[in-house]
């Protein structure tokens, strides 16, 4: 196996960001910080609820952008090693695992886990079990 981008500091960094960013939304606004869940009531939007929810997702953008122009990456320096077809499957079934199980990595493993939820450690178990599996089948069994 070889290690590629082994970046220790920056990733540590990263998570503390995140933990302290999940940490302040509920500290500030009582809200679980899970992107899925933010996302998907937003339509349709309640009254007074919408303006939050579109300042964290467009953070959450901007926050991209701004690492993309810092580290001087560009578009040709992303690779993905599958085909459209495979991204757009796996995307489906992300949002219908999303769905499933009532959150999403950031909900249930960042803040879920933060808040000692059993739900959320079962949670971030299986997305981990059953990330393992599938890496291992599409790398040594499938030949991927």
């Known amino acids: 196996m070889e290690i590629v981008n082994f970046t220790p ?9 995140i933990g302290l960013a999940g940490a302040m939304l509920l500290l500030l606004n009582g809200r679980i910080a899970g992107v899925a869940g933010i996302l998907s009531r ?5 009254s007074g609820d919408a303006a939050w929810r579109l300042y964290f997702l ?15 990456q ?9 085909t459209w077809p495979i991204l757009i499957l796996g995307g489906l079934l992300v949002g219908a695992g999303t769905r499933i199980g009532n959150g999403c990595t950031s909900g249930h ?13 079962v949670a971030t178990l299986t997305f981990m079990v059953t990330g393992m599996i599938t890496v291992y089948v599409t790398r040594h069994l499938v030949g991927g």
Request: hydrophobic residues 55%; proline residues 8%; aromatic residues 6%.
């Open 42 to 46: 937003l339509l349709p939007p309640q």
């Open 9 to 17: 500091v920056p990733a540590a960094i990263g998570g503390a960001l």
């Open 109 to 121: 493993g960042v803040c879920g886990i933060g808040r000692l939820s059993p739900r959320s450690l």
């Open 58 to 72: 467009g953070g959450l953008i901007v926050g991209a952008v701004f690492w993309r122009l810092a580290s001087g």
């Open 74 to 82: 560009t578009a040709a320096d992303i690779v993905f090693e599958a």
